[in-house]
């Protein structure tokens, strides 16, 4: 257990701790222990944020397919941001067999030209 100091007056307590002091102090005191649960709580985060960037993604194409007249327009730009950010984050986690996810979501070509893939 990392125990504070004592609060001294005048100190600056609403300052907050950096990132790499934060990860310093879960890793001092407690060891291996520690910076592994810190790591599956930061791939647990990963996997929450792609399964909504999935969602999403599903959710725009759903709407570009329903659309066939006027507002196509928009519901294309919106497919295409939902399925980079859904790419994007696929990519940071690692995971870069983009064909598979064309494949795998019915994505229309439309829509990867819109992200610049050919």
């Known amino acids: 257990m990392v125990e504070l100091a004592p609060r001294r007056p005048g100190a600056n307590m609403g300052a907050m701790p950096s990132g790499e002091m934060l990860f310093n102090l879960l890793k001092g005191p407690t060891g291996d222990g520690a910076e592994a649960a ?3 709580e930061i791939v647990e985060e990963q996997a929450a944020a792609l399964g909504r960037m999935g969602r999403k993604a599903e959710a725009a194409l759903a709407a570009l397919r329903e ?3 006027e507002g ?3 519901a294309l730009k919106a497919a295409a941001d939902a399925v980079w950010c859904f790419l994007v984050q696929r990519e940071v986690m690692g995971l870069r067999d983009r064909a598979r996810i064309v494949a795998d979501y019915d994505i229309p070509r439309e ?3 819109r992200l610049g893939a050919r």
Request: charged share 25%; net charge positive.
């Open 38 to 40: 810190f790591r599956h």
């Open 72 to 74: 196509r327009g928009e």
């Open 67 to 69: 659309h066939q007249g």
């Open 111 to 113: 829509v990867m030209v």
